[in-house]
Nanobody
Framework: QVQLVESGGGLVQPGGSLRLSCAAS????????MGWYRQAPGKQRELVAT???????NYADHVKGRFTISRDNAKNTVYLQMSSLKPEDTAVYYC?????????WGQGTQVTVSS
């Protein structure tokens, strides 16, 4: 059973930074493609960024140049470094992976960007 646990959310002012973490267990982490998604109130969940087992990254247009996804296979953890945060980045951020044809989500961590 794959488990994903996010941490690192909180309240930050516009222009600020946060780093989210997602710890995985129950699976050989290094083989997984990992992703971050987010869901704002009243909106659909949307892709933020992904990182493959080889370290290739992909970003949604609205976060390119501001967010960085990375992974530490020794710690079974994927990170999302968020900078130059905007109020429209306010959402619940979810960690995601697929394994053996099943989709797994973390419980989510709230990020609020407000002055």
């Amino acid at each position: 059973q794959v488990q994903l646990v996010e941490s690192g959310g909180g309240l930050v002012q516009p222009g600020g930074s946060l780093r989210l973490s997602c710890a995985a267990s129950g699976v050989l982490f290094s083989i997984l493609t990992m992703g971050w998604y987010r869901q704002a109130p009243g909106k659909q969940r949307e892709l933020v960024a992904t990182i493959t087992n080889g370290g290739s990254t992909n970003y949604a247009d609205h976060v390119k140049g501001r967010f960085t996804i990375s992974r530490d296979n020794a710690k079974n953890t994927v990170y999302l470094q968020m900078s130059s945060l905007k109020p429209e980045d306010t959402a619940v951020y979810y960690c995601h992976t697929n394994f053996r044809r099943r989709t797994y989500w973390g419980q989510g961590t709230q990020v609020t960007v407000s002055s």
